[in-house]
């Protein structure tokens, strides 16, 4: 019987780590680096979300990749378009479809960071502002990634 645990175990580990790694790859088709070696953070924020992603060594290419995708993610969220997370997780994402219906009453600004970049989301919208942390936190989740609930503005 725990021998029938252990294999039913393991094999949804695999499943699990299969999705993983095959979500990794969507992501760096999507992104232009591999995700291996770059560092993802969602965090949510009192007014919004902070998006961040970092090579995790020194990569001139990779970092000028990073900046080149936070930037047309500024402007395909901004006009309500997910189709990009859409693509890495073959899903829609949580709160997508509220901060696409929501876009005029959300601002995306992107910042450059040492190794990387930033998407900082803004909103003074409630139903915007939940829709914003839905998709941090699915985020979060899906890419193992750092970042936080809710966390001091920066």
Known sequence: MLAAAIVLTSGACSRTDSSFDAMQKRGGMAMGVDQTTSTHGFDALPNGGRIAL???LDDSLGIAQIRAHLRL???AFQAGDFSTPQFVHMRAMPGTAVMAKKR???AYSYHDLPRGGEVVITTTDADALAAI???MGAQRMEH???GAGLV???
């Open 152 to 154: 001091s503005s920066p």
């Open 54 to 56: 970092l090579r995790d």
């Open 133 to 135: 942390h839905a998709f």
């Open 104 to 106: 005029d009453v959300i």
């Open 144 to 146: 193992h990634a750092s």
């Open 73 to 75: 993610i500024q402007h």
